[in-house]
T-cell receptor, first 111, second 112 residues
């Protein structure tokens, strides 16, 4: 299966701390994207990183991609209670016809 | 900012009934997708659609499922004869060529 797998499955931190989530996948990809999902709601796109990129920033988010290890990490700096959500990585193959989602990391940021 | 919309937000149906879930993708996007998420589980790919035909479908997308773009704006998912296990959130997504997929808010389907 191509599906990405995130770890940890759950992460609980205090507001102001950094949160790091990891994603691993199995085959070559075109790009990898991170999404956030608040409980029972839709998927919100956070950031896309292409296979030829190693690091990308967007506000308090930092994503890295290591294609040799087939892994990516999402760092949220200075976390806020509003960051509480599930975070998913999704990988797109070169035909770009579908995304494979991982199981997600459930982040709880305590105020 | 343009967004993907889905209707209805919640659909309740009896087992064996047909349901049609509707989506309005972002207007200049070319690729359209349906995914589903059973409660507490992963988001699973169902089907992708480009140039008025299915590009790829998963093993979940059997003969009970069909997709259609009946006009220039709507993209629909039809389940012909619903089963209990079809209960899930169904997400529509759209993307421009080789770009980010933008997801709608989802339709929660409950099959009784």
């Amino acid at each position: 299966s191509q599906q990405g797998e995130e770890d940890p499955q759950a992460l609980s931190i205090q507001e102001g701390e950094n949160a790091t989530m990891n994603c691993s996948y199995k085959t070559s990809i075109n790009n990898l994207q991170w999404y956030r999902q608040n409980s029972g709601r839709g998927l919100v796109h956070l950031i896309l990183i292409r296979s030829n990129e190693r690091e990308k920033h967007s506000g308090r988010l930092r994503v890295t991609l290591d294609t040799s290890k087939k892994s990516s990490s999402l760092l949220i700096t200075a976390s806020r209670a509003a960051d509480t959500a599930s975070y998913f990585c999704a990988t797109a193959l070169y035909n770009f016809n579908k995304f494979y989602f991982g199981s997600g990391t459930k982040l709880n940021v305590k105020p | 900012e343009p967004e993907v919309t889905q209707t209805p937000s919640h659909q309740v149906t009896q087992m064996g009934q047909e349901v049609i879930l509707r989506c309005v993708p972002i207007s200049n996007h070319l690729y359209f997708y349906w995914y589903r998420q059973i409660l507490g589980q992963k988001v699973e790919f169902l089907v992708s659609f480009y140039n008025n035909e299915i590009s790829e479908k998963s093993e979940i997308f059997d003969d009970q499922f069909s997709v259609e773009r009946p006009d220039g704006s709507n993209f629909t998912l039809k389940i012909r004869s619903t089963k209990l296990e079809d209960s899930a959130m169904y997400f529509c997504a759209s993307s421009a060529l080789q770009n980010t997929q933008y997801f709608g808010p989802g339709t929660r389907l409950t099959v009784l």
